[in-house]
């Protein structure tokens, strides 16, 4: 299989948006808030709840009233427009916070979005998680089917049920996230390197204090007085194991993709 992308429209929305904003398709300007300067892009079941659940215990550290504010994938957004009350909406601005962070893994998957990210704060820092990406595929198919909207099974889902859309798809990209070269390449072409920090969940899992420390360095934050304790932030249990043919499957495509990254 090969990787191919086409701009659709996202089914996911950012809640936070006024709703005079949403009627009238247009943003307030104006913003009192300074942009948010740190975004965890993604990919999708690489850490990034694990990481956001780490960061959200330091003191200097601002999240969002959730986890991911879905800004930049948001299709319902009038993007001629400024977007600073967009975000004001999504943050407690009582809060004193040197630093304030949206944690969306969509960003780095949707294609406009890397785009518009760049446009609100061409000096944020991104920060991007990865794993290996047939486990990836596996783990999104999971966490589908325990959401019971997975529809078909694993196999057919990475095969055939790519088909069910033109290529950009929000919940049922399986395979399409795991192309992480094109990905990053997008990023690479907006921001230059030195704003960019890209980690592996297993880094993360089997050394979270050095890899906090690594994050904290580069946000420019103080490192943790006291580290968080390593604690199940991870997703487990498997509902089924992956068969060999879909593992070699996959591994296969994503070679042939993914090899631009050495």
């Known amino acids: 299989f090969q990787y191919s992308e086409q701009s659709g429209h996202s089914e996911q929305s ?33 850490g990034t709840t694990a990481l956001y659940t780490f960061l959200n215990d330091h003191p200097d550290i601002q999240f969002g009233f959730r986890k991911e504010l879905h800004v930049f994938d948001n299709e319902q957004i009038d993007w001629s427009q400024p977007i600073d009350q967009v ?21 780095m998957y949707w294609p406009p979005a890397m785009q518009r990210l760049h446009n609100y704060n061409p000096n944020a ?29 694993f196999s057919d889902a990475i095969r055939q049920g790519r088909n069910r859309f033109d ?37 993360l899992l089997e050394n979270h204090e050095a890899v906090l420390n690594r994050v904290c360095d580069f946000i420019g934050v103080d490192r943790f007085e006291t580290v968080p304790l390593s604690r199940t932030v991870f997703s ?8 060999d043919s879909d593992r070699q499957y996959l591994s296969k495509g994503y070679r042939r993709s993914n090899q631009r990254l050495k």
């Open 14 to 46: 950012c809640v936070c948006i006024l709703e005079e904003s949403n009627q009238s398709n247009n943003l307030v300007t104006g913003g009192s808030m300074d942009p948010v300067s740190t975004f965890i892009v993604g990919a999708q079941k690489s």
């Open 236 to 243: 487990s249990g498997a509902l089924s194991v992956m068969s």
């Open 87 to 107: 975000f004001e909406q999504c943050f407690d601005l009582d809060q004193k916070a040197s630093c304030r962070i949206d944690a969306t893994p969509m960003y």
């Open 125 to 153: 820092k991104i920060l991007v998680l990865l794993r290996d990406p047939v486990e990836r595929a596996y783990s999104h198919w999971r966490m589908k089917e325990k959401e019971k909207t997975a529809n078909i099974g």
């Open 167 to 203: 290529s950009v798809h929000p919940s049922y990209s399986y395979v399409e996230r795991g192309f992480y070269a094109a990905q990053l390449e997008r990023i690479y072409q907006l921001f230059p390197s030195k704003q960019v920090l890209v980690l592996m969940q297993k880094e």
